[in-house]
């Protein structure tokens, strides 16, 4: 009888390890799908496929001969996902890191754009073209800086 009880204790203590380990599991799956989104603080180009995406990127006070990264964020509120193929500027100061991955409708994307104040000086205004998936949808920054 004492070896029947001792099972089954052993039993009930293994049910309740287990279910212990499937709450705290559910829990945590729960709290990470509900944690809020970190607040971005960069420039946001919502991309919609249709006709020219233009941004204004003001990237603000910058010291003379320093180099400046201004970061971007692509959402493709488009309904077919969008690559951002490559860019072109007027400008040797300005260039972009570009992810090339495909960017699903409904998702985003980050981009880095650096401008090199070196040479440069007063106020600054230029303009880069990224040409995307969707040729005749691409996304232009229309790009401002004062070089102090």
């Known amino acids: 009888m004492r070896r029947v009880w001792a099972i089954v204790a052993v039993v009930v203590a293994l049910l309740s390890v287990v279910a212990l380990v499937l709450i ?8 990470l799908e509900q944690a809020p989104e970190v607040e971005y603080n960069g420039i946001v180009a919502e991309y919609s496929g ?23 964020r ?8 969008l690559v951002l193929l490559d860019y072109s500027t007027q400008c040797r100061c300005m260039w972009l890191d570009l992810n090339r991955e495909p960017i699903a409708p409904g998702d985003k994307c980050d981009i880095e754009l ?13 303009f880069m ?4 998936s969707n040729e005749a949808s691409p996304i232009v920054l229309w790009i401002g800086a004062e070089i102090e």
């Open 74 to 81: 692509i959402i493709n509120q488009s309904a077919t996902p």
């Open 50 to 72: 249709e006709g020219v995406c233009e941004v204004l990127v003001d990237i603000g006070y910058v010291k003379a001969s320093s180099t400046t990264i201004t970061n971007i």
């Open 114 to 126: 650096y401008f090199d104040s070196r040479g440069e000086w007063g106020s600054v205004g230029n």
């Open 24 to 31: 705290c599991n559910t829990n945590h799956k729960e709290s």
């Open 129 to 132: 073209e990224i040409t995307t």
